[in-house]
């Protein structure tokens, strides 16, 4: 229960940060790290498939209420984000933070890369190279910059709340 | 032993997100189909979000404003100088166009012009959110239907144009700017007075310009003409500023000229706006 409250403020926080804060941060390229892509990322990889796509589906609706435009298409993305970072949760260790790094930078790529398949190239922009090398890879390398420093917290919370057990494989073995 | 403990969790993944993809296609559809139902379900929502979305808002621009103020005293040391060399000539300017002007009234006068140029009532706002998904140049204001905004309104700051009124909650409203890649006005060219369309284009904005297109081929249209909002348009008011054309060139087809427009607006930097409370339907009417 407390870890569904835990994801309710995380996600309403990554909202209003993102798109209150973190613009001051953009260094006049519009490009700002995506803190809700965070959130799913570390869902997903903490806590695997279903879970994830669960944050990430409340996640984009969230999104969808604040920006205007169709509910559902950001709550789509994300939860496709959510699904697929699930794959990972087998490989999921503590105090890991290379994986997820790669894990937020692939996902910030695809998340972008749908909304240019589903809101511009519908509108005939077929440049692609300019979007990837622009748009694209800057958000991605800069999400997962970010991504270093607020995974450790998301894992610290993680933690503290779930207390999780695994099996010692060193022990097993022996 | 997970499974045992918690049975109904025991879904396959990727039935749950078959069953969720399906749902996201329902609310798709059903938000496309019963906008106003859904609008207003996200109206009473996002009422809940602005106020703290103000206060984040009031508490980045400090942190922003307190890194900018060091940065900013060598620029503006410099910025003096420029601007009084600048104001010593906007005034012979000033001094030479107000000549011209009396000359232009006299002129008026004689052929009994009516006064084409409308100054229009308006409302300051403050952007309190941005939405940052990268393609897109929306964003939030502080000011709602109960401070008189309505949808369509126009908004300006600078002087020039800045975007429509798309959404408009009790004490928010939502703006689409001129660079959003979806945005198209219908605008005019100062002196040849040919008819083109502004659309807003993400590739060349990283560049700081948009695009302008449908120039008729016989256009005499030159760089640094001004180009203006048209009487034509549907939504946005005649006779604002939107920017000056730059690197004007032909079009594949042979038919038009298309080319880049400089806004007047700086939309990095933009903080506080104008509402025009005047529609474009009303003035209709009232004509």
């Known amino acids: 229960m407390v870890i569904?409250?835990?994801?309710?403020?995380?996600?309403?926080?990554?909202?209003?940060?993102?798109?209150?804060?973190?613009?001051?941060?953009?260094?006049?390229?519009?490009?700002?790290?995506?803190?809700?892509?965070?959130?799913?990322?570390?869902?997903?990889?903490?806590?695997?498939?279903?879970?994830?796509?669960?944050?990430?589906?409340?996640?984009?609706?969230?999104?969808?209420?604040?920006?205007?435009?169709?509910?559902?298409?950001?709550?789509?993305?994300?939860?496709f984000?959510?699904?697929?970072?699930?794959?990972?949760?087998?490989?999921?260790?503590?105090?890991?933070?290379?994986?997820?790094?790669?894990?937020?930078?692939?996902?910030?790529?695809?998340?972008m890369f749908l909304c240019y398949v589903f809101k511009l190239l519908t509108k005939g922009r077929l440049n692609i190279g300019s979007y990837v090398l622009h748009q694209m890879i800057p958000a991605a390398l800069y999400t997962a910059v970010v991504f270093i420093i607020v995974y450790r917290l998301f894992d610290l919370i993680y933690w503290k709340i779930t207390k999780p057990v695994f099996t010692d494989y060193s022990k097993v073995e022996s | 032993?997970?499974?045992?403990?918690?049975?109904?969790?025991?879904?396959?993944?990727?039935?749950?997100?078959?069953?969720?993809?399906?749902?996201?296609?329902?609310?798709?559809?059903?938000?496309?189909?019963?906008?106003d139902l859904f609008g207003s379900i996200r109206t009473r929502l996002n009422?809940?979000?602005?106020?703290?979305?103000k206060g984040i808002t009031t508490i980045g621009n400090g942190i922003n404003n307190t890194i900018d103020r060091f940065?900013?005293?060598?620029?503006l040391q410099k910025e003096i100088v420029e601007l009084k060399a600048e104001n010593e000539r906007i005034t012979r300017e000033k001094e030479r166009m107000?000549?011209?002007?009396?000359?232009?009234?006299?002129?008026?006068?004689?052929?009994?012009?009516?006064?084409?140029?409308?100054?229009?009532?308006?409302?300051?706002?403050?952007?309190?959110?941005?939405?940052?998904?990268?393609?897109?140049?929306?964003?939030?204001?502080?000011?709602?239907?109960?401070?008189?905004?309505?949808?369509?309104?126009?908004?300006?700051?600078?002087?020039?144009l800045v975007g429509i009124i798309t959404e408009v909650g009790p004490h928010y409203s939502v703006v689409r700017s001129i660079i959003d890649d979806n945005n198209y006005v219908s605008a005019i060219v100062t002196k040849t007075e040919d008819n083109c369309i502004v659309c807003g284009n993400l590739e060349l904005l990283s560049i700081g310009y948009i695009e302008i297109r449908d120039l008729s081929i016989n256009t005499e249209a030159r760089n640094n003409y001004k180009v203006y909002t048209s009487p034509l348009s549907d939504k946005y008011l005649p006779d604002i500023l939107i920017g000056y054309i730059s690197n004007i060139q032909n079009?594949?087809?042979?038919?038009?000229?298309?080319g880049f427009l400089t806004p007047v607006v700086d939309f990095e930097h933009l903080?506080?706006?104008?509402?025009?409370?005047?529609?474009?339907?009303?003035?209709?009417?009232a004509e």
Request: aromatic letters at 14%; hydrophobic letters at 50%; glycine letters at 8%.
């Open chain 1, 4 to 79: 569904v409250l835990v994801y309710a403020v995380e996600i309403l926080l990554a909202i209003l940060l993102k798109s209150s804060v973190f613009i001051h941060f953009s260094f006049g390229t519009g490009i700002v790290p995506d803190l809700l892509v965070m959130v799913v990322v570390a869902a997903a990889y903490q806590m695997g498939k279903t879970k994830g796509m669960i944050v990430g589906f409340f996640a984009g609706l969230m999104l969808d209420i604040t920006t205007g435009g169709l509910l559902g298409v950001y709550a789509l993305f994300y939860m």
């Open chain 1, 81 to 111: 984000i959510g699904y697929l970072n699930g794959f990972m949760a087998n490989f999921y260790v503590q105090n890991d933070i290379l994986l997820p790094v790669v894990m937020a930078a692939g996902s910030e790529f695809i998340f």
């Open chain 2, 1 to 35: 032993m997970k499974e045992r403990k918690k049975p109904k969790y025991d879904m396959e993944p990727r039935y749950v997100l078959l069953i969720m993809t399906m749902v996201c296609i329902f609310l798709i559809f059903f938000s496309y189909r019963f906008s």
């Open chain 2, 47 to 53: 009422s809940m979000i602005i106020p703290m979305q």
């Open chain 2, 71 to 75: 940065e900013e005293v060598d620029k």
């Open chain 2, 98 to 160: 107000e000549q011209s002007l009396y000359e232009l009234e006299r002129y008026k006068q004689l052929f009994g012009l009516a006064d084409n140029y409308k100054t229009y009532p308006t409302v300051g706002a403050n952007i309190i959110a941005k939405d940052t998904s990268g393609y897109f140049a929306r964003f939030t204001l502080d000011k709602g239907y109960k401070d008189g905004i309505a949808v369509d309104m126009n908004v300006l700051a600078d002087s020039g």
């Open chain 2, 251 to 258: 079009e594949n087809d042979g038919l038009t000229k298309t």
């Open chain 2, 271 to 285: 903080t506080t706006v104008l509402i025009v409370t005047q529609l474009k339907v009303d003035m209709r009417e």
